[in-house]
């Protein structure tokens, strides 16, 4: 829309001309850890899928998500594939603790939250907390913030809209999305939309009253993360 653009381009005016000791904004890098997924082709032989009928005595499995097909922005995600244990390069706990997934190779900023513990494979980005007593919910506050349809426009028009023959995000990119600085109060209700949008995106999301609320609460999550950046940049 004409108001995402516009605010794009104050964002992109004040990021270049604010210094970083007085911004108002800062870099997602400085709040989460970013690293990629197994580097694995979808067609190795690591990987099955839930109906196969293997001898799986030989491994344990871990269920496994091989890319952008496997997310939808605020769905939990799902995989009918799994991954032997062996070809688990990265330590197992990257995949086992909480983590936010964005998808790398697309035009189009998207995000879904684990909390079942899959692995991926490297076509995924995987964001951590930094801090290790940082509560999970905040987690929730940036599944909001990467699928929002400013940042979502804020990518495509700075970073992917000229890669015409395979659009991808760059982790550097990723890494310097802009996070504002809001109140405890601010991130709360955040949070508390976004929970609402996973429960709404979740199996029990499907009933027609859900459908209904559920864009409710995706209009209303954007009014207020526009307000939001558009107050401390003005």
């Known amino acids: 829309s004409n108001e995402q653009g516009t605010t794009v381009e104050r964002l992109q005016s004040y990021l270049a001309s604010t210094p970083a000791s007085s911004s108002a904004l800062t870099p997602l890098n400085k709040f989460v850890s970013i690293s990629r997924g197994e580097e694995l082709g979808r067609k190795s032989p690591y990987l099955i899928q839930q109906e196969t009928a293997v001898d799986h005595e030989k491994y344990i499995y871990h269920p496994l998500l091989r890319g952008g097909k496997d997310i939808r922005p605020f769905q939990p995600p799902s995989s009918r594939w799994w991954i032997a244990r062996e070809a688990v390069t990265k330590p197992l ?13 697309t035009d189009r900023l998207q995000a879904a939250l684990d909390l079942q513990g899959h692995v991926a494979l490297q076509t995924l980005y ?22 929002s349809r400013l940042l979502q426009r804020y990518i495509y028009v700075l970073y992917t809209a000229y890669k015409w023959v395979q659009p991808q995000i760059e982790q550097h990119v990723l890494a310097q999305l802009p996070v504002p600085i809001v109140t405890a109060r601010e991130k709360e209700a955040v949070i508390a939309r976004s929970k609402l949008l996973v429960q709404a995106c979740g199996p029990t999301g499907s009933v027609v009253e859900w459908k209904k609320d559920k864009q409710d609460i995706y209009e209303e999550q954007e009014r ?11």
């Not at 706990?93 to 983590?99: C, F, I, N, Q």
């Not at 936010?100 to 190779?105: D, E, F, H, I």
């Open 93 to 105: 706990e990257r995949y086992l603790s909480p983590k936010l997934l964005v998808v790398k190779s």
């Open 126 to 147: 995987l964001l951590h907390l930094r801090k290790p007593d940082a509560p999970t919910d905040d987690l929730y506050f940036f599944l909001a913030l990467l699928n």
């Open 224 to 234: 207020a993360l526009s307000t939001l950046y558009n107050t401390l940049i003005c």
